[in-house]
């Protein structure tokens, strides 16, 4: 009784401290840079309001937990269900059939067939529950299903377009000021590939006694009827006294950092740079990667120390739920990727190569700093 009671209270915390979070408007401008094959020219990023990403009363609960054979828990938790959008240019299709995109041009395996006009977005700020309190979260796997459990995806007419998680009750690294120091430290971010993954032994990103977690949620639906889907994600996690444990720092680096995180990119081969001047210092543990189809690869390194420290690779065509787009991101999980001290200029560089023009591309990379 007292537990249910504790977990009552930490909702209204929760709630409390997103319905301060909710107006802000978000507005920024990236530095990127460009080279060899195209030139791209920095632009601001658009204005964004809570109305893009509205508080929605869905419900967000344990669906499963157990022991693993090596002491670490395995949560699962669920969000929604949610309700996409109809696409008004979209099509209905039987169960289990695969929706036929229309693509045009030359579509390769390295390239992904063009979804921005494909569908209609969702977007969604949604209570996180923790899989547990003080202790470590060591690995994490995003997932969408449909309402019957099954996997959804472009082959049931929908996708997982964004998912952000934050923590409230920590400060972002890399933009402290801007909107995500009002929102939180960014902690997990996934697109459609849902690439998830565990870090190396003794390392984890720490929850404490009340971490206020919530994600931002964007989907996709490419048929003219209403889908309802849930968001899970599958957490491993041990206790804060697990003996040997250090705590990593979550550090999101994002070629439009402080605003929406997209940028263009032109038709063909495309070289897109961004730089932070490091404000921690430690070792990396553990990087990944975020883009968009067309995406080929992201690259983190240390400028000032001349290292690269991860390189994080699109692959596209391994399975057929996903129809061509973009579907896994490489990652780098050593527990010595590289050092990064205070004041090193450390700089992420993403290649694409599309066939078409896209307004809104990104590239993003998390790495897991385990701090001096």
């Known amino acids: 009784m007292r537990t249910r009671i504790w977990r009552s209270r930490k909702g209204a915390v929760v709630a409390a401290a997103l319905a ?20 791209q020219t920095p632009t601001a990023s658009p204005a964004m309001s809570a109305g893009d990403f509205p508080l929605t009363p869905v419900g967000t609960r344990k669906i499963a937990e157990r022991k693993l054979a090596n002491g670490v828990t395995e949560t699962v938790t669920r969000l929604g269900p949610f309700t996409l959008k109809p696409h008004e240019d979209g099509h ?3 169960p289990g059939t695969p929706p036929d995109h229309p693509h045009s041009g030359d579509v390769g395996p390295m390239h992904g067939p063009h979804e921005p006009h494909h569908g209609t977005h969702t977007r969604a700020l949604a209570l996180l529950l923790p899989p ?37 009750s920590k400060h972002d690294i890399t933009c402290p000021t801007g909107w995500p120091g009002f929102a939180g ?4 971010a996934s697109g459609n590939e849902r690439t998830g993954g565990t870090l190396p032994e003794g390392f984890g990103v720490k929850y404490g006694w009340l971490p206020l977690t919530y994600a931002m949620l964007e989907f996709m639906n490419m048929d003219q009827v209403e889908h309802k889907v849930y968001f899970t994600v599958t957490y ?18 994002d070629a439009d950092n402080c605003g929406i995180s997209e940028h263009p990119v032109p038709e063909g081969e ?70 990064i001290d205070k004041g090193d200029n450390v700089e992420i560089h993403s290649v694409y190569h599309t066939h078409y023009a896209d307004p809104h591309a990104m ?7 385990a701090e001096d």
């Open 270 to 339: 495309s070289h897109t740079k961004w730089q932070w001047t490091s404000s921690i210092e430690g070792t990396v543990v553990g990087a990944g990667g975020h883009l968009h189809d067309g995406g080929e690869s992201i690259t983190l390194r240390n400028l000032t120390t001349g290292e690269d420290i991860c390189e994080s690779r699109a692959a596209y065509e391994l399975t057929p739920e996903y129809q061509g787009h973009i579907e896994q991101m490489s990652r780098c999980l050593e527990p010595d990727l590289g050092r």
């Open 20 to 39: 301060v979070l909710v107006p802000i408007a978000v507005s920024g401008a990236f530095s990127a840079q460009a080279d060899e094959a195209a030139v």
């Open 132 to 168: 547990c309190h003080n202790c470590y979260v060591i690995g994490v796997q995003p997932g969408m299903t449909n309402l019957d459990g099954s996997v959804a995806n472009y082959h049931t007419g929908t996708m997982l377009h964004h998912a952000v998680f934050f923590d409230r």
């Open 185 to 188: 430290q960014r902690i997990f």
């Open 236 to 253: 491993q996690h041990v206790p804060a006294n697990t003996a040997g444990m250090r705590e990593v720092t979550p550090v999101w680096l």
């Open 92 to 94: 209905e299709h039987p």
């Open 363 to 369: 590239s993003i990379m998390i790495a897991f700093v």
